[in-house]
C-alpha cells in the first residue's frame, strides 16, 4: 500500500494545528457535521422531536404538575409548629412552675444541735464581724455558739 506523503503531511497538519484556510478541522476518525439547515432534515426542537403547531383558536392550558417534585418545601411553615409549641406548651409551663417556685412558704431554721465537727472557725472572715461567711442566710444558717449541744450518750 503505496501512500502519498502530501497527503500525509496534509492530514498530520490537520490533526496537529486543528485549523486549515481557517476552517475548523475535527478529528481524523469521524468527519464533521454538516451546519444545521443543511443535512436536509425538517427543523427540529432541542427535545429531538419535531415541533408541534397548536391550532390557532386553542388557547395554551396550565402546565401540568411534575409528578417527581415535591409538592412542599421540607421545612416549609415550620416556623408555625414552633409558634405554637412555645404559645401554647412552653409559656405555659414557665408560668406554672413560677407559681409553683413563689407560692411555696419559706422554711423555718430547724432545730439546732452543736456538734464538735459543725460550725468549725480557727480564724476570722474578711468581713463584716468575722463571724458569718460571705453566704450566709440569717433565715436559714446558725451561727457557732446559737446551738444547744447534743444529749449526752451515756451507754
Sequence with gaps: ??????????????????????????????????????????????????????????????????????????????????????????FPLIIVQGLHAFGNEVPHKGVCRDYEYMRIRTKRFPWGTGYKSFFHNDHVNHLPGDCEPPPLDCD
Excluded: E
Design 1 to 90: 500500500m503505496l501512500i502519498r506523503v502530501k497527503c500525509l503531511d496534509h492530514n498530520l497538519v490537520k490533526f496537529y494545528l486543528g485549523k486549515i484556510n481557517g476552517c475548523r478541522t475535527y478529528s481524523l476518525c469521524c468527519p464533521p457535521r454538516p451546519p444545521p439547515g443543511q443535512c436536509g432534515c425538517p427543523y427540529q426542537v432541542p427535545g429531538g422531536c419535531r415541533r408541534i403547531v397548536p391550532p390557532a383558536n386553542c388557547r395554551p392550558g396550565p402546565i401540568a404538575a411534575n409528578p417527581c417534585r415535591p409538592q412542599h418545601h421540607h421545612g416549609k411553615d415550620t416556623w408555625k409548629k414552633y409558634k405554637y409549641i412555645a404559645l401554647f406548651i412552653c
